[in-house]
């Protein structure tokens, strides 16, 4: 799978560089300009994680509805990340 990794600071890697660093960022300290952590598939979909435990899930290009939860822990915000269901949503 290709995907592209947002870092807290900005950055932009190509999975797998950087990809245990990354849910690790949601401990830094605050940053409010990037809050979120991001990985977005080569198909578009993006799964982006708040320190707060909120993750997202959407595809920017397209009438995709978005998806919200809350309450995700880091552990399985880790899993999420490595599941099939961020790279075919309807699964």
């Known amino acids: 799978m290709a995907a592209t990794l947002i870092h807290r600071t900005g950055e932009v890697a190509q999975y797998p560089d950087h990809d245990d660093e990354l849910v690790l960022e ?3 300290p605050a940053d409010p300009e990037h809050p979120e952590v991001a990985v977005t598939t ?3 979909w993006t799964l982006s994680a708040f320190p707060s435990g909120q993750v997202g ?3 920017v ?3 995709a509805r978005a998806r919200h939860r ?3 822990t ?3 915000t880790r899993r999420r990340r490595h599941s099939t269901r961020f790279v075919r ?3």
């Open 26 to 28: 949601l401990d830094a």
């Open 42 to 44: 080569e198909s578009g």
């Open 57 to 59: 899930f959407e595809k």
């Open 61 to 63: 290009e397209g009438d």
């Open 70 to 72: 809350t309450g995700i």
């Open 74 to 76: 880091r552990d399985e």
């Open 89 to 91: 949503p309807g699964t």
